[in-house]
Nanobody, 119 residues
Framework: QVQLVESGGGLVQAGGSLRLSCAAS????????MGWFRQAPGKEREFVAR????????DYEASVKGRFTISIDNAKNTVYLQMNSLKPEDTAVYVC????????????WGQGTQVTVSS
């Protein structure tokens, strides 16, 4: 059992920056990777970024590459998403996810945090 709680969302102007946090609790030792997804009104959920817990390997969706950075602090069981040069199209609910070692899938999801970028 893993619980994920996001924080750090808010309202920013285009070109601004924001840092999201996702704190994991429960059976955190079983997590192999963590990631961020987002969903805008009327659109499907979209992959944003992921990171392997041990190797720190990262991967990004093309539209955020070079602007967003995902990182993890294993001591705090927390993953971060640093977002720079934000655009109005980045506006969405950002959701944290965790992959458990025994499944290789995105097993747990947070409730999400709203990010709004004004033009």
């Amino acid at each position: 059992q893993v619980q994920l709680v996001e924080s750090g969302g808010g309202l920013v102007q285009a070109g601004g920056s924001l840092r999201l946090s996702c704190a994991a609790s429960g059976r955190t030792f079983s997590i192999s990777r963590m990631g961020w997804f987002r969903q805008a009104p009327g659109k499907e959920r979209e992959f944003v970024a992921r990171i392997m817990r041990n190797s720190r390997y990262t991967d990004y969706e093309a539209s955020v590459k070079g602007r967003f950075t995902i990182s993890i602090d294993n001591a705090k069981n927390t993953v971060y998403l640093q977002m720079n040069s934000l655009k109005p199209e980045d506006t969405a609910v950002y959701v944290c996810a965790a992959d458990i070692e025994s499944t290789g899938t995105w097993d747990y999801w947070g409730q999400g945090t709203q990010v709004t970028v004004s033009s």
